[in-house]
């Protein structure tokens, strides 16, 4: 697409035009938030209403679930390559299939008006949300078990719902015949149609008024000046090739999903070639859901305050192969597409990005670091038996509320899963309002205490709560969710998050652990399901962690006196204060054994006398706590040597593994140290025996040659 905009226009109208846009997004959700029924769009807020121009090129967007935004852009876009010539005014049109023009999964349709002035089709409006169910071989059409799309959902490509104003009620009615609690569920999907007309009457009335080559001029500058924000936000970090490993679960196994991102001057390419072959499972995704995944991971981190448009998503350059499990192919199944693929990624591009943030001095929110982005979910679809007889079935979305991960600066927040502004971050729907939807008496629902993502900063808290079925005795579970073993890394020196963890426990008194994806779980009368969200890692070592931050986590009952003493090397006295003198006494001894334990570096850097001024070469960040001067890897806290350019700084660590799991021949988070200090650098979270997951090369390391001013700086 041209993002030229014209020398001659008016600098304020793109603004203006902006905020009039922003405002009819707003009206149109009011008008879905008042019609739909499922507290899932009326209370967690997971819609979206995207406007585009004649062609399917985002100009404007509103909503929680930015993810949206790119999956919409692809739907309008088939819709148009289907119809063209024929589409005609009073049309809305209905797609729900990733694989033929649909959105992020066949839960999510997708509601498409064309607006014409003056018969011309000038503008696109485009709701989605989450229905319930659409069909399927399990209510929820989330069916773990499926090895096919057929198996799924009703699969719908772009079709009329409505044509030139008259309902087309041969869909309406195959729609009803295929889906559970098709009569609430048609509201929900009504209450897209009544917000796209909302849409398309205030648009209608705003290019009237400005006049349409006025809007046709301010939009295209409206765009032109996002993409310029953003190539120069780029051109800003250092070239190079920053690489992160993403990894996904699936059952007793592990995909390992290798992406690495070149920053070209103001470019960012992302490979995914080596992502694994797609798999008989719900979690296959597809690229353009990948992009859609990305491009407001980059904004969110290059520029958070920009407006969400076409660039946004137009910046992202992605290198994928089809047939894999980021780029499936009919038939594989696909109702995860937005979950267990997409956020791994999703997490290795912005460990990516915040490696490059951090090796560019002169980027803009170099200063906006955290700990790895959070790719955790869980989900329950619930079913019973209404007064009628009716099978209902509704989605319970309180697994999407993770801790975040922590801060450069600052530990994370409870029950959020980003501490940046943006990115898919659903509101929290009140308790009384889901007890008065749905058969459920809650127990408990807060923030969790005791395990998160420890460091000198940690995580936020997640979700927990536990349930009982009321007044039913037909209560029937199907589970979905990621990180059930595997958890996210931290950073900096920071330790792995806390994991999803479900649990039934029973009125006679037992209590089953309950799998990630398991299927048919009934609660009968007294039993009491429990749920513990999963949390993003800490960021920096926890025995830097200040005392005084440690007594106050074991006041507000974050953490147990054993994990002060074991994680953070706290010495508490006899009144259960941490005592600061004695505290830091101990992690001294404890940074010593951690040396004493580990094992040797993979490529032990040369023995060179450590000096943090290395003869006045100036000194270039390489990863929180590394610096880069001449051709050498340092340590920032002792002056220690990690690696003589090209090689990784990493294999220069003494490393010590902390077991995690057994399943995937053992996974393990392997603590690289400096080797002087003992302080943490990198924890990783790896299966045993694999490389590390992240590697930094900036082209000013990649280049840096061997030789460091009269040091003899030959690689072991």
């Not at 839960?107 to 949300?129: H, N, S, T, Y």
Request: glycine share 10%.
């Amino acid at each position: 697409m041209n993002y030229q905009a014209s020398r001659t226009d008016d600098p304020i109208a793109p603004e203006l035009l902006r905020s009039r846009l922003e405002a009819i997004g707003q009206e149109a959700g009011a008008a879905v938030q008042q019609t739909a029924i499922s507290p899932i769009v009326t209370e967690s807020k997971d819609y979206s209403v995207t406007i585009l121009d004649a062609a399917g090129s985002v100009i404007s967007a509103y909503g929680l679930i930015e993810i949206h935004y790119g999956a919409v852009m692809h739907a309008v876009r088939s819709t148009i390559q289907v119809h063209g010539d024929s589409i005609a005014q009073g049309d809305v049109f209905l797609a729900n299939d990733p694989h033929s023009g649909g959105g992020l999964h066949p839960q999510d349709v997708v509601i498409q008006r064309p607006v014409f002035v003056d018969g011309k089709l000038v503008a696109w409006v485009a709701l989605a949300a989450h229905m319930m169910d659409m069909g399927g071989m399990v209510p929820g059409s989330s069916a773990v078990a499926a090895t096919e799309c057929y198996q799924e959902a009703l699969r719908l490509p772009p079709v009329r719902l409505i044509r030139q104003g008259v309902e087309c009620d041969d869909i309406w009615n195959i729609f009803r015949i295929n889906v559970r609690s098709s009569d609430l569920i048609e509201m929900d999907m009504r209450s897209l149609v009544i917000g796209s007309a909302v849409a398309e009457a205030k648009l209608i009335e705003l290019i009237r008024d400005m006049g349409y080559p006025a809007f046709e001029s301010a939009s295209k500058a409206l765009l032109a000046g996002v993409m310029r924000v953003l190539r120069e936000r780029i051109s800003l970090l250092e070239d190079g090739f920053y690489s992160s490993t993403a990894w996904i679960e699936w059952a007793n196994d592990v995909m390992r999903v290798p992406c690495t991102m070149e920053v070209r001057g103001d470019r960012l390419i992302f490979d995914l070639t080596e992502a694994p072959p797609q798999v008989p499972s719900f979690i296959n995704s597809k690229e353009y859901i990948i992009r859609a995944q990305i491009g407001p991971r980059m904004r969110q981190l290059l520029a958070p305050g920009l407006p969400f448009n076409q660039p946004v998503l137009d910046i992202v350059e992605i290198i994928s192969k089809p047939g894999t499990l980021v780029n499936s192919v009919s038939p594989a199944p696909i109702a995860a597409a937005h979950m267990d693929a997409a956020m791994a990624v999703f997490t290795a591009v912005g460990q990516c990005m915040q490696m490059a943030l951090h090796a560019s001095e002169t980027a803009l929110e170099r200063d906006r670091t955290t700990s790895r982005a959070l790719a955790a979910y869980g989900t329950g679809r619930w079913t019973y038996l209404d007064h009628f007889g009716t099978r209902r079935v509704y989605t319970l979305i309180d697994g999407a509320f993770s801790g975040s991960p922590a801060g450069g600066e600052m530990d994370g927040l409870d029950i959020k899963s980003s501490q940046i502004p943006g990115g898919n971050q659903l509101e929290f729907a009140d308790v009384e309002i889901l007890e008065a939807s749905y058969p459920l008496l809650f127990h408990e629902r807060r923030a969790t205490t005791g395990e998160h993502g420890y460091g000198k900063y940690r995580s936020g808290a997640g979700c927990q709560e536990s349930f009982s079925a009321h007044n039913t005795e037909t209560l029937v579970g199907n589970m979905t969710g990621t990180r059930a073993w595997f958890p996210t890394g931290g950073s900096a020196g920071g330790m792995p998050g806390a994991c999803m963890r479900y649990f039934v426990h029973r009125a006679g008194g037992e209590t089953e652990k309950v799998d990630i994806h398991q299927v048919g779980l009934a609660l009968a009368p007294g039993d009491v399901f429990e749920m513990f969200c999963a949390s993003g890692g800490g960021y920096g070592d926890p025995l830097d962690r200040d005392a005084a931050a440690v007594e106050r986590d074991l006041a507000e009952d974050r953490v147990a006196p054993e994990i002060a003493r074991e994680i953070y090397g706290a010495v508490l006295d006899e009144a259960g204060h941490v005592d600061a003198l004695a505290t830091e006494a101990r992690r001294e001894v404890m940074r010593r054994e951690r040396l004493r334990d580990a094992a040797q570096p993979a490529r032990p850097a040369p023995d060179l006398t450590p000096n943090l001024s290395w003869g006045d070469e100036p000194a270039f960040p390489l990863y929180p706590g590394v610096v880069q001067r001449g051709n050498l890897a340092l340590s920032e806290y002792s002056g220690a040597v990690l690696a003589v350019a090209p090689d990784s700084w990493l294999d220069g660590c003494p490393v010590l593994d902390m077991a995690i799991d057994e399943r995937a021949g053992g996974t393990v988070a392997r603590a690289h140290l400096d080797p002087l200090s003992g302080r943490m650098l990198f924890v990783d979270v790896i299966r045993k025996g694999d490389s590390p997951s992240i590697e930094c090369r900036p082209e000013r390391w990649a280049k840096a040659g061997h030789n460091l001013r009269g040091h003899e700086g030959e690689r072991a």
